[in-house]
C-alpha cells in the first residue's frame, strides 16, 4: 500500500509539471512522458475486468498509454501527395496485372492511435474462439496476463506498422480497408534518410497490390477465414492443427510473394536501394527488438516475402505474369508448402 500511495503521488507530481524526483535530480521531459504513460499503462491493466480471459477495452487504453500517436497534421500538399500515390498505383497495378480491381471505400492516413482502434475489433474476433472455449484457471490472474501481453503486441505493432491492406478478416461486413501510419512512414524515412514523398508512394504501391490480388481472388478472404478459424478453434481445445497453420501460411506466403511481383513491374522508379536500407534497418535492431519482431510473427512475414518472391519469379520467367495470375482463379490453384519451394511442380500440376 504503501509503495503503491507513492506511486501515485510521483504520477500527481509529473502531471503537475514537477521536474524533480527524491533526491533533487531532475528529470527530462521525455522520461516525465514516459513514467506517466507507463503508469497509466499498467493501471488499465491492473484495473482490468469483465468476465472474459482479456479486457479489451484496457486492452486499447494500457496500449495507447504507452504509445505516442504522432502527428497526422498532413499540409494539402501532401494530402494531395497520399491521393495520388493509390490512384497512381491502382492505374499501374491494372496495367500490369490485367486484373480489373479497385482500392477500398476507406482508406486512411491514421496515427498510431488510429491504427489500434481500427486493428483492435480483428483481435478480438481471431481470439474469440479461445475467449469462448480457453481454461478457466484463476481468470483473474489470466485476465490481467492475457490483457497485458496483448496491450503489448499492439502497441509494438503500431509503433511498425508503415502501411496495412486490411481484409477485416472475420468480420460480418464486406468492405475492406486501407490504412497508412503516417507517423512510421514519415520516422522511418528519416531514419534511411531517404526522400520522404518516394518512400510514401512505395509504401502505397505495395499495399495496392494487396488489394488486386483481394480483387482478382474474392474468394481468398474467405479462405484465410475458413483456416484462421480451424487454426484457432484447434489451439482453444487444447491441439495443434498443423495442416490449417500451414495452409495459411502458404496462403500468406503467395499473397506476398505476389504483391513482390507487381511491385517490380508497377513501382515507377527503382526501389532495389529502399529493400537494401530496410534490410540494413531490421539486422541492425537490438536483441529485444529482434525477440519481439520473432515474438510477433514479424519475422515469418519477411520470410514470406522472400520465398513468395523466389517462387513467383520462376513462375513468372517460365509463363508470364498471366501465367502467375492463375494462382487466383480458384482456392485449389494456390500453391501447397511444397511446391512454394518447388515451383516446377505447381507448374506441372497447374498448367497455367
Known amino acids: 500500500m504503501r509503495h503503491r500511495l507513492r506511486t501515485r503521488h510521483c504520477f500527481h507530481r509529473l502531471q503537475a509539471g514537477h521536474a524533480t524526483i527524491p533526491g533533487g535530480r531532475t528529470l527530462t521531459r521525455d522520461i516525465?512522458?514516459?513514467?506517466?504513460?507507463?503508469?497509466?499503462?499498467?493501471?488499465?491493466?491492473?484495473?482490468?475486468?469483465?468476465?472474459?480471459?482479456?479486457?479489451?477495452?484496457?486492452?486499447?487504453?494500457?496500449?495507447?498509454?504507452?504509445?505516442?500517436?504522432?502527428?497526422?497534421?498532413?499540409?494539402?500538399?501532401e494530402r494531395a501527395g497520399y491521393a495520388t500515390d493509390v490512384r497512381d498505383a491502382r492505374t499501374r497495378v491494372r496495367e500490369v496485372s490485367s486484373v480489373e480491381f479497385d482500392v477500398p471505400d476507406i482508406v486512411e492516413v491514421q496515427n498510431r492511435h488510429h491504427w489500434i482502434d481500427a486493428n483492435i475489433d480483428t483481435f478480438r474476433r481471431v481470439m474469440e474462439p479461445v475467449e469462448e472455449h480457453g481454461p478457466a484457471v484463476m481468470p483473474g490472474v489470466a485476465r490481467t496476463v492475457n490483457t497485458g501481453t496483448m496491450s503489448v503486441m499492439l502497441s509494438v505493432l503500431a509503433k511498425n506498422v508503415l502501411g496495412q491492406y486490411d481484409p477485416l478478416l472475420l468480420a460480418e461486413s464486406d468492405d475492406h480497408a486501407l490504412y497508412f501510419v503516417r507517423p512510421n512512414i514519415r520516422r522511418i524515412a528519416d531514419q534511411l534518410d531517404v526522400e520522404y514523398d518516394r518512400f510514401r508512394r512505395w509504401i502505397a504501391f505495395h499495399e495496392v497490390t494487396h488489394a488486386a490480388e483481394f480483387g482478382a481472388a474474392p474468394w481468398l478472404s474467405e479462405h484465410l477465414e475458413s483456416r484462421m478459424e480451424d487454426g484457432i478453434e484447434a489451439l482453444?481445445?487444447?491441439?495443434?492443427?498443423?495442416?490449417?497453420?500451414?495452409?495459411?501460411?502458404?496462403?500468406?506466403?503467395?499473397?506476398e510473394g505476389y504483391a513482390e511481383l507487381l511491385m517490380d513491374g508497377a513501382f515507377d522508379d527503382e526501389y532495389a536501394d529502399l529493400r537494401e536500407k530496410?534490410?540494413?534497418?531490421?539486422?541492425?535492431?537490438?536483441?529485444?527488438?529482434?525477440?519481439?519482431?520473432?515474438?510477433?510473427?514479424?519475422?515469418?512475414?519477411?520470410?514470406?516475402y522472400e520465398r513468395g518472391k523466389a517462387f513467383f519469379d520462376v513462375v513468372a520467367a517460365e509463363r508470364g505474369i498471366d501465367g502467375a495470375s492463375a494462382v487466383w482463379d480458384r482456392p485449389e490453384n494456390l500453391p501447397t508448402d511444397a511446391e512454394l519451394d518447388d515451383p516446377a511442380r505447381w507448374l506441372s500440376r497447374v498448367n497455367p
Open 32 to 77: 516525465q512522458q514516459y513514467v506517466v504513460s507507463l503508469y497509466r499503462s499498467v493501471r488499465a491493466i491492473a484495473e482490468s475486468s469483465g468476465d472474459g480471459p482479456i479486457d479489451w477495452d484496457a486492452v486499447a487504453e494500457a496500449a495507447k498509454a504507452v504509445t505516442d500517436p504522432g502527428s497526422i497534421a498532413l499540409s494539402d500538399a
Open 236 to 255: 482453444a481445445h487444447g491441439h495443434l492443427d498443423r495442416e490449417a497453420f500451414r495452409d495459411l501460411d502458404a496462403a500468406m506466403t503467395a499473397v
Open 278 to 304: 530496410m534490410e540494413a534497418r531490421r539486422r541492425g535492431r537490438d536483441p529485444v527488438s529482434k525477440f519481439l519482431r520473432r515474438l510477433l510473427g514479424l519475422g515469418l512475414k519477411r520470410r514470406q
